[in-house]
């Protein structure tokens, strides 16, 4: 990256774009994100809203750096949790030079979906993405499902990939570029998210527990590093974290049987965490009860989802 000497012409040989990813939950957009930018930046189940915050992934190519942000999928609010979830897909709407919205490749769209594409209509350029299409084997009923979308007057383009198995994905990069702004890279260029390491191991953590846990739990813990500490000439990091949940017998749960459950969890979290870090881990877990914290502004503070 430079900056060109006659300042009067204010001409970069860079450029950086800035893109939102919306939709509705388990749509894809995580899967999507860590396909483009190569790295794992965002937890993926198959459970919905399995994003919370807005996470950010930054792939460079050459002049042109790539920012995209993973936002919380649209649905109708249950709690302030879910509140601040869906502010936050609005809000990056407004810090973007292009929004992804993805759909489904079929069934009806949602009242959630429905406002997001108006909101749309207020903010700057958008590009329609039809994921999953690995799931159609008629050609007919993609192209149907393109011109419903094609049909709401608010894309520029009408696009379809799957992000499961890369089909087209990376076609999306030449479509990005033409809405990429000369100017400075904001990241560095071996940088692949901006997210701290204590963020990323919790996340990682959240994600075993969504995966093992019953359907019941999931949406009602949270994962809090509470600390993080090198040894000094080891490779290893002692990590200490607590799962917060929001009822006795939920804990009861997460613990499991002789702790077996606690164990699973932090045995496949461990194994993430040191391909992360690219060092051995000694992961500690706790589990503490925090009743209705989705409603608790300061629980939901501390948590770091924050008000956009």
Not at 66 to 80: A, F, M
Request: net charge negative; proline share 5%; aromatic share 6%.
């Amino acid at each position: 990256m430079s900056l060109m000497n006659n300042q009067n012409q204010n001409e970069w040989d860079t450029s950086s774009v800035f893109v939102a990813l919306v939709g509705r939950p388990n749509v894809g957009k995580s899967s999507l994100t860590n396909h483009l930018v190569g790295e794992k930046v965002a937890i993926v189940t198959q459970k919905p809203q399995t994003t919370r915050n807005r996470i950010t992934g930054v792939i460079t190519k050459g002049p042109v750096q790539y920012v995209l942000l993973d936002t919380p999928g649209i649905h109708k609010p249950h709690n302030k949790l879910d509140a601040r979830m869906t502010q936050t897909a609005v809000a990056s709407l407004k810090d973007v030079d292009v929004t992804l919205m993805l759909f489904e490749p079929s069934g009806p769209f949602t009242d959630s979906e429905l406002r997001m594409v108006e909101e749309l209509r207020k903010a700057g350029p958008a590009v329609a993405v039809v994921n999953k299409i690995d799931l159609l084997d008629d050609f007919g009923a993609l192209e149907a499902r393109k011109q419903q979308v094609a049909d709401f007057g608010v894309f520029d383009q009408v696009l379809a990939v799957s992000a499961k198995d890369g089909t087209a994905c990376d076609d999306l990069f030449s479509v990005l570029q033409r809405y990429a702004n000369p100017g400075p890279h904001y990241f560095d260029d071996e940088a692949f998210t901006d997210m701290p390491e204590k963020e990323l191991v919790a996340e990682l953590i959240r994600e075993k527990a969504l995966l093992f846990m019953r359907d019941e739990i999931p949406h009602g813990i949270a994962v809090t590093v509470e600390s993080f500490k090198e040894r000094p000439d080891q490779d290893l990091i002692d990590i200490s974290a607590q799962i917060i949940c929001e009822r006795k017998s939920h804990k009861g749960m997460i613990i499991g049987k002789g702790g077996q459950m606690l164990k699973k969890i932090g045995t496949a979290a461990r194994l993430d965490c040191e391909e992360l870090l690219g060092a051995r881990v000694n992961l500690s877990l706790w589990v503490k009860i925090k009743s209705d914290w989705r409603n608790d502004e300061s629980t939901l503070n501390r948590l770091g989802f924050k008000k956009p």
